[in-house]
């Protein structure tokens, strides 16, 4: 059975107490900020053919940087524990996926709720959401849904179009960040909020978002990790280096 191997770097955030708060950021020695690659570019086909996942974490405020193989990150399953029962996503690909409803009563008929490519199921704001989508070839597609439910039944509602393939997503108190194929979204208040159009991480496959603040959002991906400051919109990328 092939072996795990996580390589954790810490990337750490304090907040100094002064006439203003101030950030540092102490970056780990792995990792350097260079230029945003240039789609197709030589330094973007590099980051594109590395076999190296840069996954990241919010522990209690901190961002933790995670070093995976490619293979290790995405799973073609999710799920949520759900009252009776559990909500489960599957994500196929180009062969089409689905949303089903298992209940736990024994000999109890599964339900699919949804065909589709399911990339997440969460609660928030005390209701349940999923997104749904597909990047094959030229095309790409995608939708942040509400799930309805009343008696075991499961009636979807489309919240956002997102136009491209949701990848990666975090769930804060007043919002959602959603990092798509190419693109940066905010959900607030079932309204979308596009950040970033057609960034510099397509073919790059955003694999995790780890939300500190409004001035400290961590993407992960392949290559290396981009930081955004929802203030003043910048994009930074930081490449991970052996």
Not at 54 to 68: D, F, P, R, T, W
Not at 137 to 158: A, C, R, T, V, W
Not at 191 to 199: A, D, G, H, V, W
Not at 223 to 242: D, E, M, Q, W
Request: aromatic share 12%.
């Amino acid at each position: 059975m092939f072996r795990k191997i996580v390589v954790v770097f810490f990337l750490a955030i304090f907040c100094l107490t002064s006439c203003k708060h101030k950030i540092v950021q102490q970056l780990p020695s792995n990792f350097v900020e260079v230029p945003i690659p240039e789609y197709e570019s030589d330094d973007w086909r590099q980051l594109n053919y590395t076999q190296n996942e840069i996954v990241v974490e919010n522990h209690n405020g901190q961002a933790i940087i995670k070093l995976l193989d490619k293979n290790q990150v995405k799973g073609d399953t999710c799920r949520l524990i759900v009252p009776d029962g559990i909500l489960l996503g599957v994500d196929h690909g180009e062969w089409r996926g689905s949303l089903t409803y298992v209940p736990n009563k024994k000999d109890a008929t599964q339900t699919k709720i949804v065909d589709g490519n399911i990339h997440s199921i969460f609660y928030f704001q005390d209701k349940i959401y999923f997104t749904e989508g597909l990047a094959h070839l030229m095309e790409s597609q995608g939708g942040l849904y509400l799930l309805e439910s009343n008696d075991d039944k499961f009636i979807p509602h489309l919240v956002a179009n997102l136009e491209d393939e949701p990848e990666a997503i975090s769930v804060c108190h007043d919002k959602i960040i959603i990092a798509t194929f190419e693109n940066l979204y905010i959900i607030r208040d079932a309204k979308k909020e596009l950040i970033f159009s057609k960034t510099f991480w397509n073919s790059l496959y955003p694999n995790s978002i780890a939300y500190i603040d409004d001035q400290n959002i961590f993407i992960g991906m392949r290559g290396g990790y981009a930081k955004v400051n929802l203030i003043n919109k910048k994009l930074r990328f930081f490449k991970y280096i052996r």
